[in-house]
Protein backbone atom coordinates (compact mmCIF):
# COMPACT_ATOMS: atom_id res chain seq x y z
CA UNK A 1 0.00 0.00 0.00
CA UNK A 2 1.41 3.26 -0.87
CA UNK A 3 -1.11 5.59 0.53
CA UNK A 4 -4.53 6.30 2.70
CA UNK A 5 -6.93 8.72 2.50
CA UNK A 6 -10.73 8.43 3.80
CA UNK A 7 -13.43 10.37 2.05
CA UNK A 8 -16.19 12.49 3.30
CA UNK A 9 -18.68 9.71 3.93
CA UNK A 10 -15.82 7.77 5.97
CA UNK A 11 -14.89 5.12 3.11
CA UNK A 12 -11.23 4.33 3.11
CA UNK A 13 -9.05 4.77 0.28
CA UNK A 14 -5.70 2.41 -0.58
CA UNK A 15 -3.09 3.27 -3.71
CA UNK A 16 -1.82 -0.48 -4.44
CA UNK A 17 1.80 -1.26 -6.86
CA UNK A 18 -0.85 -4.00 -8.05
CA UNK A 19 -2.28 -1.21 -10.08
CA UNK A 20 -5.45 -1.06 -8.35
CA UNK A 21 -7.05 1.41 -5.85
CA UNK A 22 -8.88 -0.80 -2.78
CA UNK A 23 -12.12 1.04 -1.18
CA UNK A 24 -12.53 -0.21 2.55
CA UNK A 25 -15.66 0.83 5.41
CA UNK A 26 -14.83 2.98 7.74
CA UNK A 27 -17.27 1.73 10.07
CA UNK A 28 -16.03 -2.16 10.01
CA UNK A 29 -12.97 -2.59 7.74
CA UNK A 30 -14.60 -4.63 5.43
CA UNK A 31 -13.64 -4.31 1.58
CA UNK A 32 -16.09 -2.75 -0.90
CA UNK A 33 -14.81 -2.50 -4.08
CA UNK A 34 -11.51 -2.89 -6.54
CA UNK A 35 -10.61 -0.36 -8.83
CA UNK A 36 -8.43 -1.43 -12.01
CA UNK A 37 -7.89 0.63 -14.82
CA UNK A 38 -4.03 1.85 -14.00
CA UNK A 39 -1.40 -0.27 -16.22
CA UNK A 40 1.27 0.06 -13.46
CA UNK A 41 1.45 0.91 -9.39
CA UNK A 42 -0.58 3.18 -8.49
CA UNK A 43 1.20 5.97 -5.82
CA UNK A 44 -1.14 8.39 -4.62
CA UNK A 45 -4.91 9.71 -4.03
CA UNK A 46 -7.05 12.60 -3.63
CA UNK A 47 -10.99 12.23 -3.05
CA UNK A 48 -12.94 15.68 -3.79
CA UNK A 49 -15.59 17.36 -1.75
CA UNK A 50 -17.64 16.54 -4.42
CA UNK A 51 -17.17 12.25 -4.23
CA UNK A 52 -14.26 12.19 -6.94
CA UNK A 53 -11.44 10.12 -6.73
CA UNK A 54 -7.95 11.13 -8.68
CA UNK A 55 -4.90 8.09 -8.60
CA UNK A 56 -1.78 8.96 -9.63
CA UNK A 57 0.44 6.00 -10.84
CA UNK A 58 3.80 5.18 -12.10
CA UNK A 59 1.75 4.79 -15.81
CA UNK A 60 2.54 8.57 -15.77
CA UNK A 61 -1.40 9.29 -15.59
CA UNK A 62 -3.94 10.75 -13.42
CA UNK A 63 -7.31 9.09 -13.51
CA UNK A 64 -10.76 10.79 -12.54
CA UNK A 65 -13.45 8.23 -10.84
CA UNK A 66 -16.94 9.06 -9.35
CA UNK A 67 -19.14 6.86 -6.79
CA UNK A 68 -22.02 5.00 -8.04
CA UNK A 69 -23.91 2.43 -6.30
CA UNK A 70 -22.48 -0.33 -8.13
CA UNK A 71 -19.01 0.99 -7.61
CA UNK A 72 -16.48 3.76 -8.87
CA UNK A 73 -16.93 4.43 -12.62
CA UNK A 74 -14.10 6.00 -14.78
CA UNK A 75 -14.63 9.23 -15.84
CA UNK A 76 -11.46 10.49 -17.67
CA UNK A 77 -7.58 9.60 -17.78
CA UNK A 78 -5.44 12.62 -17.81
CA UNK A 79 -2.42 12.40 -19.54
CA UNK A 80 0.90 14.48 -20.37
CA UNK A 81 3.34 13.21 -17.27
CA UNK A 82 6.77 12.04 -18.58
CA UNK A 83 7.10 10.20 -15.22
CA UNK A 84 5.34 8.99 -12.47
CA UNK A 85 2.71 11.02 -10.75
CA UNK A 86 4.19 10.94 -7.29
CA UNK A 87 1.88 13.32 -5.17
CA UNK A 88 -2.00 14.91 -6.32
CA UNK A 89 -4.16 17.73 -3.94
CA UNK A 90 -7.70 19.55 -4.63
CA UNK A 91 -7.97 22.94 -3.45
CA UNK A 92 -11.48 23.81 -2.27
CA UNK A 93 -12.68 25.14 -5.22
CA UNK A 94 -11.59 21.97 -6.75
CA UNK A 95 -8.18 22.70 -9.01
CA UNK A 96 -6.02 20.02 -8.92
CA UNK A 97 -2.45 20.00 -8.71
CA UNK A 98 -0.01 17.17 -9.54
CA UNK A 99 3.91 16.67 -9.13
CA UNK A 100 5.97 13.95 -11.16
CA UNK A 101 9.73 12.57 -11.06
Known sequence: VNQLVVGSDGTVYSASMDETVRLWSEE????LHT????TDGVLCLAVGLDGKLYSGSSDNTIRVWTRRRRGPRLMRILEGHTDSVLSLALSKDVKMYSASA
Do not use: A, L, P
Open 35 to 38: IEGH
Open 28 to 31: DGSH
